[in-house]
């Protein structure tokens, strides 16, 4: 048997993949997406398909799957199928996923999760994209990401160079379109039931997820036990030590260099992830110590002297400062924000350096640097810029080239300029020391395989830290020729630095030091102290590969990474951010804009790059503040806390639960549970969607139950009431305890309008009573004022950057040629066609249409799009026929899929019959058109004709 398969291309990789899952033995031949292999078929899909021994060709993915799996002995391929093209409910599937995640035996990748991958991608993809995934079927979205992630469709991905397409935001109400009908409620006997409006089925939603038997009773086993108070919260002491018998977690945020003010990206890629991650663990009861502190050492900050006329050491002073103020702002809980020019620093690293250089882990070579003969000294790589060998860029730095990302030697750039006195440097030799990493490179990859085995570093870390171990470990200089940084120690090399690639990371254990004393507690404690470090993808080589292979080139027991996060890079507005153009916003003007620190919180971790580049929108950030913050967890705790207060006298009443209220517990429990899950492997974005889903089914079930109706009823209706507002009001407490790591202000007033007990601020495994009855709550008020789209137009003006063109729609001339703009206006013309063609939400069509106008505004007067003469000429209206009225019936996206699916087999039946295939092939083919047809609804069913056939002459 022989595979066809294409690059790029979906049903290939799901083919390439079967193929692999079940072991079948055959070629697997890579052919043009365009391929005529197939002689007798013209249709213009060819691929994937698999040509028999016997030379015939299948190619659809349900025959070859078919095929496969008798081949592979698998039997249940018609189940398979079948639920491939059944309407097949999510929250259906919700359940049925096993507690690992894939149907395979062990955990391993089957067939089944390939066949509903496949069907269910697309779907899946545009509730990702919306946020609702994982609020609604976090079980499936788990699924859907292990599918993906799996080493045999990662393999297949390269192997067929597939890119996942980028799919637009689906809408909620599309979500739940297929869900179960949902169960009867017990009715409440009265005339406060006569007074309640009809439920829609908006409403209904919570109890339309469906829960098991046995995850209610576990859900009121829970419940019924109530708070269990924990030992001593073992955070109180300071300075901290690592706690014998505890969870000892020693939390570093990449150090920023400090001649940088940080802006957005900068923010939420280190710092504020590292902050919920810290606020977590202390949440869960578990001895913390988060370190941070700016990077002060190197070419950047003489850089920076020389531009504003300081001294190195003014500069770290004064910019320390910002920073400082910044982070404070943003409200990073640090235990210590410490500097890295310290007596400790120098100490410690040159100690390090030491046992390096005597254990024989370093070399010296002679290097080629670029010299200034104007300036009469050598040109660190930040002093020095030129063209990118690579990409061609023309402002690549002598470190880095920002715009394809590859590290540079200073001497390989072209046409090299010097930053001080742009004179052209020539080539000079300088004997430098080099870490022998080729030595090390087995105990890296080693350590590497061991935390990426163990889902220790997130995918992007070991992407890139795989990238320099497949090449083979290169020695890396340690040395540099400056004056500003710790002294080499060395006799030989005393006129030299260490390079900030050595010696920053050593900046963690100094700044532990200058925290306490006991500094080696934590950082020569392997054994109970467990290191989590956060940073932007470009510093995951320094951390993976340089930091580590350093600490274990002395020989001594160090405390080596054990979670390590690279994030990707968030833009302003579809480009970078860039202080010199004045593009973006930056954390020294965060605070003019006066929306609090908690907004930019929650927007900037909800659109957390932990899996690809995300986008920082004005327009986006009012959506979530007016849409999730206001109107979704805002509406609930206030509605909860008021009708305590009003109906109540801010006391809660006894719960007494019945059959929805447990359904209703237990819905909030896989939530909480899911919540734990994403936060522990520090998929925080996502963490933070679930507690919006329990805002939103707290919501529902309010609604639901019409707690304002029911209080002004009979005494038993009043009893229902209050097990109903009691209950709301227990969740919000609840969803002050898991919303405090992203959003700690509003977590702390929600806890002073509850008059929170101080010692029920800790998490539990599940939703239960954290206030008893009889508790008196504070004042409510409400928590979020929404923002207005005056404002935002406002801060997009001002914070586009300058205004270097000819047109003044900000854009940069050399950067957006005419036909540059025009490729603009396509792409962006074709994205609002997709949006429409997949129905997706009015407000983002609006948003993206209105992008789409301001591009073409920017076309030349003589280009820009006239209004038609003939516009408002309607065409003769053609007379009306009266037809009966036809069911109404709503084309979904499993439908529609369905009707693909049946528009594509019917072609491949006309051709077959076309080109004169075998009965048999063509009857195959024919029953799967009509088991097709067979699954559309009625209405939508083609009608059976009333013409009698011509019998044969």
């Known amino acids: 048997m022989k595979l066809y398969v294409a690059k790029d291309c979906e049903d290939s990789l799901v083919a390439l993949v079967a193929f692999q899952i079940l072991g079948v033995k055959g070629e697997v031949k890579i052919v043009a997406s365009d391929s005529k292999h197939i002689p007798y078929l013209k249709s213009s899909k060819q691929v994937p398909s698999l040509q028999l021994d016997s030379g015939e060709f299948l190619f659809t993915l349900e025959s070859i799957f078919v095929l496969l799996c008798g081949q592979s002995g698998t039997n249940n391929s018609r189940d398979i199928l079948d639920k491939l093209y059944s309407s097949y409910p999510l929250d259906n599937f919700n359940q049925e996923i096993p507690t690992k995640s894939l149907f395979g035996d062990n955990e391993s990748l089957s067939l089944y999760d390939m066949l509903l991958w496949s069907k269910l991608a697309p779907q899946l993809r545009g509730m990702k994209a919306s946020k609702s995934l994982y609020c609604n079927f976090p079980r499936v979205g788990f699924w859907f990401d292990k599918v993906c992630s799996h080493e045999i469709v990662v393999s297949a991905s390269k192997k067929l160079d597939y890119t996942e397409p980028k799919s637009n935001p689906t809408k909620d109400t599309k979500v739940s379109a297929h869900a179960t009908k949902p169960k009867q409620c017990k009715s409440i006997p009265s005339n406060a039931q006569k007074q309640k409006k009809p439920v829609t089925d908006a409403v209904e939603n919570f109890l339309q997820t469906s829960v098991t038997e046995c995850e209610k009773e576990k859900g009121l086993k829970k419940w019924n036990e109530g708070f269990v108070i924990q030992d001593k919260i073992v955070n109180d002491q300071h300075p901290k030590r690592p706690i014998p018998g505890k969870k000892n977690n020693l939390i570093t945020s990449a150090l920023p260099y400090v001649n940088n003010?940080?802006?957005?990206?900068?923010?939420?890629?280190?710092?504020?992830?590292?902050?919920?991650?810290a606020r977590y663990c202390r949440l869960k009861n578990e001895n913390t110590l988060f370190i941070c502190g700016t990077d002060e050492y190197g070419t950047a900050t003489e850089t920076k002297a020389l531009a504003e006329g300081l001294t190195p050491q003014q500069i770290c002073d004064k910019y320390h400062v910002l920073h400082r103020d910044i982070y404070s702002w943003f409200n990073i809980s640090f235990d210590e924000f410490g500097r890295t020019t310290t007596k400790q620093q120098t100490e410690i690293a040159q100690d390090i350096f030491w046992k390096v250089h005597n254990n024989g882990y370093t070399v010296a070579e002679t290097v080629e640097q670029l010299y200034c003969d104007q300036c009469k000294k050598f040109l660190a790589d930040r002093f020095v810029e030129g063209v990118c060998p690579f990409c061609e860029y023309e402002d690549a730095r002598g470190d880095q080239c920002d715009k394809c990302s590859k590290l540079i030697n200073p001497v390989e750039l072209k046409n090299p300029k010097c930053k001080v006195c742009s004179a052209s440097p020539i080539v000079k030799t300088s004997r430098h020391l080099f870490l022998d990493l080729p030595k090390l490179e087995q105990k890296i990859k080693c350590l590497t395989d061991d935390r990426a085995n163990a889902k220790c570093y997130n995918g992007t870390s070991v992407s890139i830290t795989n990238s320099w171990i497949k090449t083979g470990l290169k020695p890396r200089c340690i040395t540099r020729d400056l004056k500003w940084g710790t002294?080499?120690?060395?006799?030989?090399?005393?006129?030299?630095?260490?390079?900030?690639?050595?010696?920053?990371?050593?900046?963690?254990?100094?700044?532990?030091?200058n925290y306490t004393e006991e500094w080696e507690l934590w950082w020569k404690n392997p054994e109970q102290v467990t290191l989590h470090q956060f940073m932007a993808k470009d510093n995951v080589p320094f951390h993976s590969v340089v930091f580590p292979a350093s600490l274990m080139a002395t020989h001594e027991n160090w405390t080596i990474v054990n979670t390590l996060d690279g994030i990707d890079w968030l833009q302003y507005e579809g480009t970078k951010f860039s202080k010199s153009r004045g593009t973006g916003v930056f954390g020294d003007q965060v605070m003019e804009t006066n929306i609090p620190c908690d907004i930019y919180r929650c927007y900037l971790l909800l659109n957390r790059p932990e899996t690809s580049d995300t986008?920082?929108?004005?327009?986006?950030?009012?959506?979530?503040?007016?849409?999730i913050l206001l109107n979704n967890l805002g509406n609930f705790v206030l509605r909860a806390l008021t009708f305590c207060k009003n109906s109540f006298g801010s006391k809660v009443a006894k719960i007494c639960l019945n059959d929805d209220d447990k359904h209703f517990i237990a819905?909030?429990?896989?939530?909480?549970?899911?919540?734990?899950?994403?936060?522990?492997?520090?998929?925080?974005?996502?963490?933070?969607?679930?507690?919006?889903?329990?805002?939103?089914?707290g919501n529902q079930y309010l609604q639901y139950n019409q707690p304002w109706v029911l209080a002004k009823g009979n005494d038993a209706e009043k009893e229902r009431a209050g097990s109903v507002i009691s209950l709301a009001t227990n969740l919000s407490a609840l969803l002050s305890i898991i919303l405090s790591p992203f959003m700690p202000t509003i977590s702390n007033i929600i806890h002073e309008q509850l008059n929170m007990p101080l010692d029920k601020k800790l998490f539990t495994e599940c939703f239960v009573p954290l206030l008893d009855t009889g508790h008196q709550i504070g004042t409510p008020f409400p928590l979020f004022s929404k923002l207005d789209d005056a404002v935002m137009t406002e801060f997009k003006n001002k914070f586009a950057g300058k205004d270097t063109t000819a047109n003044g729609h900000g854009t940069p001339?050399?950067?957006?040629?005419?036909?540059?703009?025009?490729?603009?206006?396509?792409?962006?013309?074709?994205?609002?066609?997709?949006?429409?063609?997949?129905?997706?939400?009015?407000?983002?069509?609006?948003?993206?249409?209105?992008?789409?106008?301001?591009?073409?505004?920017?076309?030349?007067?003589?280009?820009?799009?006239?209004?038609?003469?003939?516009?408002?000429?309607?065409?003769?209206?053609?007379?009306?026929?009266?037809?009966?009225?036809?069911?109404?019936?709503?084309?979904?996206?499993?439908?529609?899929?369905?009707?693909?699916?049946?528009?594509?087999?019917?072609?491949?039946?006309?051709?077959?019959k076309t080109n004169g295939a075998e009965k048999d092939v063509i009857d195959a083919e024919v029953k799967m058109l009509l088991d097709l047809k067979g699954q559309l609804p009625p209405s939508l069913q083609p009608k059976a004709s009333n013409k009698k056939k011509k019998g044969k002459k």
Not at 264 to 277: M, R, T, Y
Not at 487 to 513: C, L, M, N, Q, R
């Open 487 to 513: 002294p080499v120690p060395h006799e030989e090399y005393k006129d030299k630095v260490f390079y900030v690639w050595f010696d920053a990371p050593i900046g963690y254990i100094s700044i532990t030091a």
């Open 813 to 912: 001339v050399a950067a957006m040629s005419l036909e540059d703009i025009q490729k603009e206006i396509e792409a962006q013309g074709n994205k609002v066609r997709d949006l429409k063609s997949s129905k997706a939400d009015p407000d983002l069509i609006k948003a993206e249409v209105s992008k789409l106008l301001e591009l073409k505004k920017k076309l030349p007067a003589d280009l820009q799009p006239k209004p038609k003469a003939q516009e408002k000429q309607k065409a003769k209206p053609q007379p009306k026929v009266q037809n009966p009225p036809k069911e109404t019936v709503e084309i979904t996206p499993e439908i529609a899929a369905l009707q693909k699916k049946i528009e594509e087999q019917g072609n491949k039946v006309r051709n077959l």
């Open 615 to 627: 986008n920082f929108t004005w327009d986006s950030l009012a959506q979530t503040n007016n849409n």
């Open 667 to 697: 819905l909030v429990n896989g939530h909480l549970s899911t919540y734990y899950q994403l936060m522990d492997d520090r998929l925080m974005s996502r963490a933070f969607e679930s507690v919006f889903a329990i805002s939103k089914i």
């Open 261 to 277: 003010v940080p802006h957005l990206g900068n923010i939420i890629g280190a710092v504020l992830s590292a902050d919920v991650f």
